[in-house]
């Protein structure tokens, strides 16, 4: 079975969206694997923002209660350093580990190999479905172009 994809361009963005996965306002995707287990990983949105991402790291370890937005760990690239959060509250099941070996995966295939790791437990309220997320990457583009032409 195939998932369903949105197509998704602004500007001199696109991508694509899968239509099964929940999004946040901070740019994470998050897929259903099994009941109550989440592989989240960063939007294509996201890594585009960070630049080339050379480092990743960790701060809990697997079988860790997190809350939604806490700070699991951290992401640096040549652009920005950023914290990791979790978009949901339960157990950390771990990171993943072909993205500790080559991070590149964040940029080459952030939809899929490119997951950053998986939670137990049950998405909040505030995340989004892709159609809300598409209304969020509307209002975040044109905001970054209206700065770029009144600066």
Not at 34 to 47: H, M, P, Q, Y
Request: aromatic share 12%; proline share 3%.
């Amino acid at each position: 079975m195939t998932a369903a994809e949105i197509q998704y361009k602004r500007s001199r963005f696109s991508t694509r969206l899968l239509e099964h996965r929940l999004y946040t306002a901070g740019h994470s995707w998050l897929e259903q694997e099994e009941e109550d287990l989440w592989r989240i990983g960063f939007t294509k949105f996201a890594v585009r923002m960070l630049g080339e991402i050379v480092e990743l790291g960790f701060e809990v370890e697997p079988g860790a209660e997190v809350d939604t937005g806490q700070v699991i760990g951290w992401m640096e690239g040549f652009k920005a350093v950023t914290d990791v959060f979790s978009p949901l509250a339960g157990r950390f099941e771990g990171f993943n580990p072909a993205v500790d070996e080559k991070v590149a995966l964040l940029t080459s295939d952030p939809y899929g190999k490119g997951w950053l790791f998986r939670v137990r437990g049950r998405p909040g309220d505030d995340c989004l479905d892709v159609h809300g997320y598409v209304s969020l990457l509307d209002t975040t583009i044109d905001k970054m172009l209206g700065q770029r032409h009144d600066g």
